[in-house]
């Protein structure tokens, strides 16, 4: 089969109509059939002539606004003044990213200064809104976090692990002065670059607050993660970007670093809360939700009858992010009123979920990762969160089989998400049934902790329908690699995008809004807005690719040499000229040249073809719109959550473990640099 053969779009209009037909109540938009499909793929293509609809809020990239100011009196200044400013806003709810900027420039409109200095002035209105949690968190839930360009260059004698540098404290730069005070205070202390493992730590309820000295494009990075995130945070940026020359502001570290000031009522607003409690569903409640048949006892696990399950909840247990889970666990929350998103304290016990809901979020998760051991085989992939994957470590039928296991472990989670006792804000009362409507009255309602058997339907139909989704989308992709031909529209790549990624957001959004009541208000916003951000999301991923990743010594552009069907090469088969073609074909399919000389080749065309800042393009349209759709949500806590997930998703840097990158070996690794040779 080739795309030339069977068109996408022909696909896509299969697909719709087997879930119209599947569904009781297909949505309007779906029943259009062909026309309708390519609309709404299209919806996002680069048509610079399209208005965007008008949106309520505006979203203006600050990426290059990162200037520092250049002398200290104009930084204590906007540093004043950034205090005052915080200390009008409302602190009760945490700060979406949009609204963060808006206030930057609002600041320095007042005190006329240039917009360049909105990503500084961004970061000290952030300082000084968390400013008083900070102080609250005792020493030892705090971590200060260095960079590692503050070492001496040239002498410096630590060695990298996972958790970044390690100091040896030579005391040949200051890194040593700040790790040893902050250590006998009690904080964690990490000299890394970059929010996902900061997240991590949080996330694995190690840290409630984070003292951090980085660059302005590393702030940036962390906003997206982990202040928007609700974790109180203090920033010292560093003067420039520079890695080899740079200095900062010590005095800013001292003021905070061994201060604690305790304020009666510590609870925060914000999304660690419900990150937290995504991961204890694979910790301390695994076992209770998903307790084990076959491999009970370690000599059970070790028979041929339990080494399946034990292989597979292993693999549900450990690695990956639990985004899908926390998306279902948001999900009801902010339908139910918000209570955990709300009540984050650390010296509380946390707020849990009914096991309902849990086993619902777990059973995402498990589809997730039965998707990824098939995935990981298709692509023959050596690793999967720093381990081999299970193909290679116990061959490939049993671990077509443990992929499998998972599928069934997903069903059977939501089967038992029915029976129980009713739950009202975190306390489980009288057993019971039926369904309540906590869209319309969120605190005060009685949210029923068993599933009624509508519920668990319309869950299973819509996690039914993005498998389908998933492996139509996979299946073209692979049947397109059989026979691989550069003639592959744009529309050919975001509807396959389409089908890969949206569907299992949409699942997972749809599954925590539908437990919680009932859900004809977000029929059809789920969709939309998760395909927007589905596509987005897999744009990102394009362009994640050709920046390669230098730490490991990975080259650029493994999806052109694995010949994946991507967004980039239609958007420059579509613009190039004849001869620009022929060379784009070479670039592709001729083996007998270096990989690294055809990768630079295709790059120098990808420049000249403008198809980078197309890409770049079609992500903030992707964002856009489905901003615009979050907009229009009445209720202010789904709303939050709407633009929280749009920041998280299409942040300019994934959540990615560091593990997950181990250097794979050639033909896959080819030597740097590519953009000059
Ligand atoms: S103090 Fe630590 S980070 Fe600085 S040069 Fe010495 S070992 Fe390296």
New binding site residues.
């Given amino acids: 089969m080739s795309i030339a053969t069977t068109p996408l779009h022909e696909t896509d209009e299969r697909l719709e109509h087997h879930h119209a037909v599947d569904q009781d109540a297909p949505m309007p938009e779906r029943r259009n059939g062909e026309a309708a499909a390519r609309r709404r793929v299209s919806d996002i293509q680069d048509d610079d002539d399209e208005p965007m609809p008008k949106r309520k809020k505006i979203r203006s990239s600050t990426s290059h606004l990162k200037i520092v100011p250049e002398t200290l009196e104009l930084r204590e200044l906007v540093k004043a003044k950034a205090q005052q400013f915080a200390e009008k806003l409302d602190h009760s709810k945490p700060f979406n990213k949009s609204q963060l900027q808006v206030w930057a420039m609002q600041l320095l409109g007042e005190m006329s200064l240039p917009e360049k200095y909105s990503g500084f002035a961004a970061v000290m209105i952030g300082n000084f809104f968390w400013r008083r949690q900070f102080l609250a968190t005792p020493f030892e839930r705090r971590m200060l976090l260095l960079p590692h360009c503050l ?2 260059a040239e ?4 060695e990298y692990t996972e958790f970044g ?1 390690d ?7 200051t ?2 002065d700040y790790k040893v005070k902050a250590e006998q205070l009690g904080y964690k202390v990490l ?1 890394a670059e970059g929010s996902p493992i900061v997240l991590k730590i949080i996330v694995g309820g190690y840290v409630d607050a984070v003292l951090g000295v980085a660059c302005l494009n590393v702030l940036e990075k962390a906003i997206d993660k982990v202040l928007i995130a609700g974790v109180p945070s203090y920033a010292v940026p560093l003067h420039s970007g520079d890695c080899h020359n740079t200095s900062l502001d010590e005095s800013w570290i001292w003021e905070v670093l061994d201060k604690y000031e305790p304020i009666p009522d510590a609870r925060l607003t914000g999304y660690v809360s419900i990150m937290r409690a995504a991961n204890r569903l694979f910790d301390e409640h695994f076992d209770r939700l998903l307790p084990p048949v076959r491999s009970k006892t370690p000599e059970a696990a070790a028979t041929p009858l339990g080494k399946t399950e034990d292989i597979s909840y292993d693999w549900l247990r450990n690695g990956g992010k639990r985004f899908r889970p926390f998306i279902t666990l948001a999900a009801y929350d902010a339908a139910t009123g918000g209570s955990c998103l709300k009540n984050f304290d650390s010296n509380t016990q946390p707020f849990e979920f009914p096991d309902s809901v849990a086993r619902v979020a777990m059973s995402i998760e498990a589809f997730h990762k039965a998707s990824l051991v098939h995935d990981d085989i298709e692509d023959d992939d050596l690793f999967r969160y720093g381990r081999e994957t299970l193909h290679r470590t116990h061959g490939l039928g049993p671990a077509i089989n443990v992929g499998d296991h998972l599928i069934g472990l997903g069903y059977k989670l939501i089967a038992a998400s029915r029976g129980g006792p009713r739950f009202v804000s975190g306390t489980a009362l009288a057993a019971g049934d039926g369904e309540s409507s906590p869209h319309d009255s969120p605190a005060a309602s009685a949210v029923p902790l068993s599933l009624s058997a509508d519920i668990s339907c319309d869950v299973l139909e819509r996690m039914a329908a993005a498998h389908i989704k998933l492996c139509d989308g996979q299946g073209a992709e692979m049947f397109w690699q059989q026979n691989p031909t550069l003639d592959f529209t744009p529309l050919d790549a975001l509807q396959i995008y389409a089908l890969k990624t949206s569907p299992a957001f949409e699942a997972a959004l749809y599954a925590g809004l539908r437990m919680a009541g009932p859900i004809e208000k977000y029929e059809h916003l789920v969709p939309q807005f998760c395909r927007h951000v589905g596509i987005g999301f897999q744009i990102l991923n394009d362009l994640k690719d050709w920046n390669g990743d230098n730490d490991n010594k990975m080259v650029a552009g493994q999806d052109a040499l694995a010949l994946r069907p991507t967004l980039i090469m239609s958007l420059a088969w579509q613009a190039a000229s004849a001869e620009q073609r022929q060379l784009m074909q070479s670039c592709y399919f001729d083996r007998e040249e270096q990989d690294a000389i055809r990768l630079a080749r295709l790059r120098r065309l990808y420049e000249e073809l403008g198809v980078f800042n197309k890409a770049e393009r079609l992500i903030e349209k992707s964002r856009d719109r489905a901003e615009l759709l979050a907009d229009d949500v009445e209720s202010e806590e789904i709303r939050q959550l709407l633009y929280f997930l749009v920041d998280t998703v299409l942040a300019d840097e994934q959540d990615k473990d560091p593990r997950d990158s181990m250097p794979k070996p050639s033909p896959m690794l080819v030597p740097l640099p590519v953009t000059t040779a």
């Fill in positions: 070492k001496h002498g410096c004698p630590a540098l100091c040896e404290r030579c005391g040949a730069c890194i040593a000299v």
